[in-house]
């Protein structure tokens, strides 16, 4: 029995591993998930990216001691049956915080293997839901997309890569103590000094993207996109209903804005929506329009109800797989409606090396396509996976909060075929873990560390932070306020979901939490979650 059979990739997970890479020629997989990162986005192409510590330091004030690479991870154990983990449900739903303990563990059971992931759109889509009146569907709740909704203040590195912070806090629950691993890239380049841009708009004008705050805000965003990107920079787009077309080729925008503006302002909603069809084309598209010594990107702008041609995410992107491969196109999904598809959208992103946001205002839209959109540009790190090993002399149980599909087999760490993620500067990303110390323990409790191909040379770079027990001491309500938020963030998805995080708060009891750090901090994003909150203990009571 493993102390980490809810989290750990495990024999069955390498098995699934192995499957993939037997069916993919470069052997890349995206296993299920216990990983680390989703992202607060910032600065890039139209504006400059967030600024960030650059002196080592934690956000509050520690210092995070570097290390060489992580250990290499222990042989593979023998397959076991197929039988569920302890405190799991025959489904495979999680219902406990962890299994019961072992008497003698390996080092091995005490790994958590992830590829890097920055989406976001589960917190944004929540919030719809909420603000319509309606509870979300547990299973779109993502925690990593809430907690990774939040910008955190991590020293940022110099050049490609990441840095590394841990730090932690005592939770509620007698022994139970939250751990944090914060990954940061650095701030993008100024605006001028960045490569040209080609992307390529694949946008749903199917009927359901009549409603309101769809294909309307989709238009409107884009008019203000083309309206701040350089004259260098060029711009494609595909429409989709039952069938797609090539509304514009690929155009220099210099020279040209007017025309980009005519034919967004033509968009109108059609039929069906045969997103099998746009996706290919929109990829066929791209690679016609491929420049040499520009970032080409697939940004997919829908409410992903597929309901004509192709439906399976696999399925579709198995079709345009060369093009992801040969020419390094990335596709960003931004999802809208009131109704979303969002399993879809998400695998979608997942299985095309990109990730997913939801926009569902004004506000929002301007900034994934002026702010956000910018940092998918340009890239700080290729097939970026994490691994953190937990030191079983400290720690006795151990469960990261959410990535359920970014699971990566632990011996697959050091292996750059099998599928990462790719993370544009400016970023910062956050894996969260509920974890139970040994009665008494002391001394080392954890070594983080990232690894991650450098995007120009792809030449492979790690980067670590440990974290000692002494730093897990103080309550989490009197942490640094990134961690309180980081805390709020993942029990409100973990109350949504109906889980059982350790000293896991009441709704009113977190809606008062969330509206100290609405005092403390001022920020607009703090706020909406206060209100999030409380729209959902009224839709719980």
Same mark, same amino acid.
């Given at each position: 029995?493993?102390?980490?059979?809810?989290?750990? =990739?495990?024999?069955?997970?390498?098995?699934?591993?192995?499957?993939?890479?037997?069916?993919?020629?470069?052997?890349?997989?995206?296993?299920?998930?216990?990983?680390?990162?989703?992202?607060?986005?910032?600065?890039?192409?139209?504006?400059?990216?967030? /600024?960030?510590?650059?002196?080592?330091?934690?956000?509050?004030?520690?210092?995070?001691?570097?290390?060489?690479?992580?250990?290499?991870?222990?042989?593979?154990?023998?397959?076991?049956?197929?039988?569920?983990?302890?405190?799991?449900?025959?489904?495979?739903?999680?219902?406990?915080?962890?299994?019961?303990?072992?008497?003698?563990?390996?080092?091995?059971?005490?790994?958590?293997?992830? =590829?890097?992931?920055?989406?976001?759109?589960?917190?944004?889509? =929540?919030?719809?839901?909420?603000?319509?009146?309606?509870?979300?569907?547990?299973?779109?709740?993502?925690?990593?997309?809430?907690?990774?909704?939040?910008?955190?203040?991590?020293?940022?590195?110099?050049?490609?890569?990441?840095?590394?912070?841990?730090?932690?806090?005592?939770?509620?629950?007698?022994?139970?103590?939250?751990?944090?691993?914060?990954? =940061?890239?650095?701030?993008?380049?100024?605006?001028?000094?960045?490569?040209?841009?080609?992307?390529?708009?694949?946008?749903?004008?199917?009927?359901?993207?009549?409603?309101?705050?769809?294909?309307?805000?989709?238009?409107?965003?884009?008019?203000?996109?083309?309206?701040?990107?350089?004259?260098?920079?060029?711009?494609?787009?595909?429409?989709?209903?039952?069938?797609?077309?090539?509304?514009?080729?690929?155009?220099?925008?210099?020279?040209?804005?007017?025309?980009?503006?005519?034919?967004?302002?033509?968009?109108?909603?059609?039929?069906?929506?045969?997103?099998?069809?746009?996706?290919?084309?929109?990829?066929?598209?791209?690679?016609?329009?491929?420049?040499?010594?520009?970032?080409?990107?697939?940004?997919?702008?829908?409410?992903?109800?597929?309901?004509?041609?192709?439906?399976?995410?696999? /399925?579709?992107?198995?079709?345009?797989?060369? /093009?992801?491969?040969?020419?390094?196109?990335?596709?960003?999904?931004?999802?809208?409606?009131?109704?979303?598809?969002?399993?879809?959208?998400?695998?979608?992103?997942?299985?095309?090396?990109?990730?997913?946001?939801?926009?569902?205002?004004?506000?929002?839209?301007?900034?994934?396509?002026?702010?956000?959109?910018?940092?998918?540009?340009?890239?700080?790190?290729?097939?970026?996976?994490?691994?953190?090993?937990?030191?079983?002399?400290?720690?006795?149980?151990?469960?990261?909060?959410?990535?359920?599909?970014?699971?990566?087999?632990?011996?697959?760490?050091?292996?750059?075929?099998?599928?990462?993620?790719?993370?544009?500067?400016?970023?910062?990303?956050?894996?969260?873990?509920?974890?139970?110390?040994?009665?008494?323990?002391?001394?080392?409790?954890?070594?983080?560390?990232?690894?991650?191909?450098?995007?120009?040379?792809?030449?492979?770079?790690?980067?670590?932070?440990?974290?000692?027990?002494?730093?897990?001491?103080?309550?989490?309500?009197?942490?640094?306020?990134?961690?309180?938020?980081?805390?709020?963030?993942?029990?409100?998805?973990?109350?949504?979901?109906?889980?059982?995080?350790?000293?896991?708060?009441?709704?009113?009891?977190?809606?008062?939490?969330?509206?100290?750090?609405?005092?403390?901090?001022?920020?607009?994003?703090?706020?909406?979650?206060?209100? /999030?909150?409380?729209?959902?203990?009224?839709?719980?009571?």
């Amino acid at each position: 029995m493993r102390p980490d059979s809810e989290h750990r =990739a495990g024999d069955r997970d390498r098995t699934r591993a192995s499957a993939r890479a037997r069916r993919r020629p470069r052997a890349r997989t995206r296993a299920r998930a216990a990983g680390l990162l989703a992202a607060a986005l910032v600065g890039g192409l139209l504006v400059t990216g967030c /600024a960030g510590g650059s002196d080592g330091s934690s956000s509050d004030g520690s210092k995070a001691r570097r290390t060489g690479p992580l250990p290499a991870p222990a042989p593979a154990r023998p397959s076991a049956p197929a039988t569920p983990a302890p405190g799991t449900e025959a489904d495979g739903e999680q219902r406990d915080i962890a299994p019961t303990d072992t008497p003698s563990p390996t080092p091995a059971d005490y790994l958590s293997t992830f =590829a890097l992931d920055v989406d976001t759109a589960s917190y944004g889509y =929540a919030r719809r839901t909420l603000a319509d009146g309606r509870l979300p569907d547990p299973k779109t709740v993502r925690p990593e997309e809430f907690i990774n909704s939040f910008r955190q203040d991590y020293p940022r590195p110099e050049g490609n890569g990441f840095s590394v912070t841990a730090d932690g806090a005592r939770a509620g629950e007698e022994g139970w103590s939250f751990l944090r691993v914060g990954l =940061a890239t650095g701030p993008a380049a100024p605006a001028s000094e960045r490569p040209p841009a080609a992307l390529t708009f694949v946008i749903d004008v199917s009927g359901s993207m009549s409603e309101t705050g769809r294909l309307d805000l989709v238009k409107q965003s884009l008019g203000v996109m083309t309206d701040h990107l350089r004259s260098d920079d060029s711009l494609a787009l595909v429409t989709f209903s039952d069938t797609a077309e090539t509304v514009l080729p690929m155009t220099r925008v210099g020279g040209s804005r007017g025309r980009v503006h005519d034919a967004i302002d033509s968009l109108e909603p059609r039929s069906s929506t045969n997103l099998d069809a746009g996706v290919r084309t929109g990829y066929d598209t791209a690679v016609e329009g491929a420049r040499p010594g520009a970032t080409n990107r697939v940004v997919l702008l829908s409410d992903a109800l597929a309901n004509t041609g192709e439906t399976d995410a696999d /399925a579709i992107l198995d079709r345009i797989s060369d /093009a992801r491969r040969e020419h390094g196109i990335t596709l960003f999904g931004v999802g809208v409606g009131s109704e979303y598809g969002d399993a879809l959208m998400e695998r979608l992103a997942d299985k095309g090396d990109g990730h997913t946001t939801y926009v569902s205002t004004p506000e929002e839209a301007r900034k994934v396509f002026c702010d956000e959109l910018p940092q998918n540009i340009e890239l700080r790190a290729r097939e970026a996976k994490a691994q953190v090993a937990f030191d079983p002399q400290t720690v006795q149980r151990f469960r990261l909060i959410g990535y359920d599909d970014r699971q990566v087999a632990d011996d697959d760490y050091r292996d750059d075929r099998v599928d990462g993620g790719e993370v544009g500067p400016g970023h910062t990303v956050t894996a969260l873990y509920a974890v139970r110390l040994r009665p008494g323990a002391s001394g080392h409790v954890a070594t983080a560390g990232v690894r991650w191909l450098d995007p120009d040379t792809r030449a492979p770079h790690e980067e670590t932070a440990q974290i000692e027990a002494s730093a897990l001491d103080t309550d989490v309500w009197r942490s640094n306020q990134g961690l309180q938020l980081t805390a709020t963030a993942a029990y409100f998805a973990d109350a949504l979901r109906q889980g059982a995080l350790p000293g896991a708060p009441t709704l009113p009891q977190l809606a008062s939490r969330a509206d100290k750090l609405v005092r403390a901090t001022e920020d607009e994003d703090v706020r909406q979650l206060a209100e /999030a909150i409380r729209r959902a203990d009224g839709l719980q009571s």
